[in-house]
């Protein structure tokens, strides 16, 4: 048995045909179907911001970096709703309790922080 041809199967999964051929062709529409045709929830793979990135913190809150120009012309007693409207694209349930400016050494905002309530 040394010497049989491998099985269709096996060969499928081998990937052991010419390029070119009908088989082929199968095997690359069946992987860009799979690719192309599964529903996003499937993977978590949901669109997040760029803009607004999660840091690593304790005692079980989250705190938020946000973009400067994010909040840059909202107005201070406004931070926090548009903040909490910007962290709940990452997740849902955040409620932001508290944004802060972190600035350089010449005053320059540089980004906000925005911590969650645990």
Not at 61 to 90: C, G, H, K, M
């Amino acid at each position: 048995m040394a010497g049989s041809q491998p099985s269709t199967l096996q060969r499928f999964i081998l990937w052991d045909y010419p390029r070119g051929s009908r088989q082929y062709d199968v095997v690359v529409v069946l992987i860009l179907a799979f690719i192309f045709g599964m529903p996003r929830h499937i993977f978590r793979d949901q669109p997040r911001p760029q803009q607004v990135v999660l840091v690593p913190s304790t005692a079980g809150s989250q705190t938020f970096w946000l973009e400067p120009d994010l909040l840059a012309n909202v107005p201070e007693p406004q931070r926090i709703s548009q903040a909490t409207t910007l962290v709940r694209r990452y997740n849902e349930k955040a409620t932001v309790t508290r944004v802060d400016a972190i600035s350089d050494p010449e005053g320059d905002v540089r980004g906000y922080m925005a911590y969650t309530k645990p």
